[in-house]
Antibody, heavy 118, light 111 residues
Framework: QVQLQESGPGLVKPAETLSLTCTVSGGSIRRYSWNWIRQSPGKGLEWIGNIDSGGSTDSNPSLKSRLIISLDTSKNQFSLNLRSVTAADTAVYFC????????????WGQGTTVIVSS | DIVMTQSPLSLPVTPGEPASISCKSSQSLLHSNGYDYLDWYLQKPGQSPQLLIYLGSNRASGVPDRFSGSGSGTDFTLKISRVEAEDVGIYYCMEALQSFTFGPGTKVDIK
């Protein structure tokens, strides 16, 4: 079955760029939408943004100015780049598959912790 | 922006007994296609969220039939007919109509 795995640095310095990759295995990335969600103690679950198989993106308005989401179909991966991070960006970051028929996120990665600190 | 609220925020349950969680949205989640764009997720301890219910009342693949979702518009309910020990965790509702906003979560644990 489809599995998602997040990867990237666990520690990022303030003002730098947070970069994460989600690798999709057991299925094609050429369907569905591909989402990033984060969870911090202070804010619960927060949707960050997504990208569809055609490369169109959508994002949380609160993060849009700092966010780039990209797709690499040759590697079955999608990526998150969040620039100018602060301590408020410290969270567990999840990737998840979005199904347009279900209108839901039906497969999730295990999550990766990112701490923003100098 | 759509604001999602849940109640209660904490729910101690007795195995074998029913349980119910309420979710309310600040705007109607009823799409013009007739479906309510409301999903329910369960995050078990130490795990990522898993989809339970989509479009208000449809159980996701593999979800036991003791879980059911109901409601429309702005008021929704998740019911567990007979709670089992494996059902502990945090339950979230999420609107899928606008910006995928999650509710604050309801923590379910065993009494």
């Amino acid at each position: 079955q489809v599995q998602l795995q997040e990867s990237g640095p666990g520690l990022v310095k303030p003002a730098e760029t947070l970069s994460l990759t989600c690798t999709v295995s057991g299925g094609s990335i050429r369907r569905y939408s591909w989402n990033w969600i984060r969870q911090s103690p202070g804010k619960g679950l927060e949707w960050i943004g997504n990208i569809d198989s055609g490369g169109s993106t959508d994002s949380n308005p609160s993060l849009k100015s700092r966010l780039i989401i990209s797709l690499d179909t040759s590697k079955n991966q999608f990526s998150l780049n969040l620039r100018s991070v602060t301590a408020a960006d410290t969270a567990v970051y999840f990737c998840a598959r979005g199904d347009a028929v279900l209108c839901a996120m039906d497969v999730w990665g295990q999550g990766t912790t990112v701490i923003v600190s100098s | 922006d759509i604001v999602m609220t849940q109640s209660p925020l904490s729910l101690p349950v007795t195995p074998g007994e029913p349980a119910s969680i309420s979710c309310k949205s600040s705007q109607s989640l009823l799409h013009s296609n007739g479906y309510d764009y409301l999903d329910w997720y369960l995050q078990k301890p130490g795990q990522s969220p898993q989809l339970l219910i989509y479009l208000g009342s449809n159980r996701a693949s593999g979800v036991p039939d003791r879980f059911s979702g109901s409601g429309s518009g702005t008021d929704f309910t998740l019911k567990i007919s007979r709670v089992e020990a494996e059902d502990v965790g945090i339950y979230y509702c999420m609107e899928a109509l606008q910006s995928f906003t999650f509710g604050p979560g309801t923590k379910v644990d065993i009494k």
